[in-house]
């Protein structure tokens, strides 16, 4: 009698998947895909939250935008009775942001969009957006790093050094320039500067932070409150930001201007950051735009376009401090 599950009299009364007396059922194996679309993981808008915003080209014509920066007031002084207080004049100066297009468009067929189980353009419009955000990320590192102020790691004393009293507190020996960075000059503690409220470090620069006891990791603050993207911890005041954006350089290469390591070590370069350092001028803010009707309909076009442009605000607000 045929089997009431596949209609085959080949089977024995018992038809299961499991190795027994039914051995000649032999199904074929489907492949099943997953509904849930993955997506590569990339590094997403750490230092664009720390711009200062400007978007009067809105109103004007132009390219440019030109922003006014006052200088810091002279020291003040003791008054003394019966003498007229001198006053003192106000000093500005002036910094531009040149805006351009900015964008990055992708097509899929109809035939495609008919034939694949996913939703081909919303994948494609996440996508645009991910990749619109590590741009504009980037821009805003690469205008950062066009600061001229640098500092150096520490070399800690070898663990078979004769031990002192100032030896837990003991900072070590920092690197001359960037061609002495010889692999062993880490970030520390002591490779800061004061005045400074957030700094950018990669994953292998954080693992060394991490190592001093005074580093207050973001899940033990005393207080909860409104955490900067990214945030990872503190340290003497200054907040931490993990980033992979950051720049790394190989032997026998290095930044503009900075020579090259030729001993041993990848060169990694933190980030400190100060008040007003930077600027984001945006004629157009991000648009998803349709690339219309092509080809009767048979290809679909998506694209991110924005009209924006980074400048450096204040060079003395911007150290790198590069380490091994």
């Not at 640098?150 to 690197?175: H, M, W």
């Not at 061609?179 to 004061?194: C, D, E, K, Q």
């Not at 340290?235 to 992979?244: A, C, G, K, R, S």
Request: charged content about 15%; overall charge negative; aromatic content about 10%.
């Amino acid at each position: 009698m045929p089997s009431s599950i596949t209609g085959t009299p080949l089977l024995s009364a018992s038809p299961t998947g499991y190795p027994g007396t039914n051995s000649q059922l032999s199904p074929a194996i489907q492949v099943i895909w997953s509904k849930e679309i993955l997506f590569q993981s990339m590094p997403v808008l750490r230092y664009e939250q720390f711009a200062v915003k400007k978007t009067e080209l809105g109103v004007q014509p132009g390219l440019q935008v030109n922003f006014m920066r006052y200088n810091n007031l002279g020291d003040a002084s003791q008054l003394v009775e019966g003498v007229r207080m001198q006053t003192a004049a106000l000093t500005a100066s002036q910094y531009a942001i040149t805006v351009a297009e900015q964008g990055y468009a992708v097509a899929v067929s109809e035939l495609l969009l008919n034939a694949s189980f996913d939703d081909v353009m919303a994948s494609s419009s996440r996508l645009l957006g991910r990749n619109m955000a590590k741009y504009l990320d980037g821009s805003a590192r690469d205008t950062l790093y066009a600061a001229s102020s640098a500092i150096f790691g520490y070399q800690l004393p070898a663990p078979t050094a004769t031990r002192t009293p100032l030896s837990p507190y003991d900072a070590g020996t920092v690197a001359a320039n960037y061609s002495a960075l010889a692999g062993t000059f880490y970030m520390s503690v002591n490779v800061r500067i004061g005045e400074t409220y957030v700094c950018f470090i990669d994953p292998h620069q954080s693992r060394r932070l991490r190592d001093n006891p005074e580093f207050i990791e973001m899940t033990k603050y005393a207080s909860a409150g409104n955490f900067m993207i990214g945030e990872i911890g503190r340290l003497n005041d200054v907040v931490y930001i993990e980033t992979t954006q950051v720049r790394q350089y190989a032997i026998n290469t290095g930044p503009p201007g900075m020579g090259a390591v030729t001993n041993a070590g990848v060169v990694h370069g933190a980030m400190y950051l100060g008040d007003n350092a930077f600027g984001h001028a945006i004629a157009l803010p991000v648009e998803l735009r349709d690339g219309g009707v092509l080809d009767f309909g048979r290809e679909h076009a998506l694209c991110w376009y924005a009209i924006w442009g980074f400048g450096l605000i204040t060079d003395q607000s911007v150290v790198i401090a590069w380490t091994n």
